[in-house]
């Protein structure tokens, strides 16, 4: 008895959260669409950094079941283009004998979404700048790997972003 009188609060619960028409807006559950994710056009000198962010955004692309990316535009419903502007790595603040301490990594992007069939843009993004800050030692090891670990934060914020903004609009075609 004691078990049905615990249960029956969470149950009661469960209903509301369901009955309330809640849905995770980070996931797509509409029309199955495929997108054509192009490679990204790299204008900067850091190498891979296009084939990172295709990766990061293909990951993101693959939380939501209905929407699929093809390598082939034939027969992709939209596709998703972008471009490497720059990346700067300017520093923060100075240490003794002016020697950096800390940096943050400047990075600027374009991309845009569109629907083939219409050819109408769904998505128009002219300048993203990202931003992450990171630390310098005496290492050059521990420099390198902390300025991996930015760049990684900031290619994952960049896809989430846009997987994000992709997911809101793909309901309204």
């Known amino acids: 008895m004691k078990i049905v009188s615990r249960l029956i609060p969470l149950v009661l619960i ?42 990061s955004l293909t990951r993101w ?6 929407i699929s990316i093809v390598r082939q535009k034939e027969g992709a419903d939209l596709i998703l283009a972008g471009e490497i502007i720059s990346i700067a790595l300017p520093s923060l603040s100075y240490g003794n004998n002016l020697t950096s301490t800390e940096v943050k990594i400047v990075l600027k992007v374009r991309y845009i979404l569109k629907e083939i069939a219409t050819n109408k843009i769904i998505l128009e993004v002219p300048e993203d700048v990202r931003l992450e800050d990171y630390l310098l030692t005496g290492d050059s090891r521990t420099n390198s790997d902390n300025e991996t670990e930015a760049l990684k934060t900031i290619i994952e914020d960049l896809a989430q972003k846009i997987y994000q903004k992709t997911v809101s609009e793909l309901p309204k075609l």
């Open 61 to 66: 692309f693959q939380k939501s079941g209905s």
């Open 14 to 55: 469960a209903c509301v959260i369901t009955a309330c028409g809640y849905r995770n807006p980070n996931v797509y559950n509409g029309p199955s669409k495929s997108i054509y994710l192009t490679e990204w056009k790299n204008r900067t000198n850091q190498l891979n950094l296009d084939s990172d962010i295709y990766r």
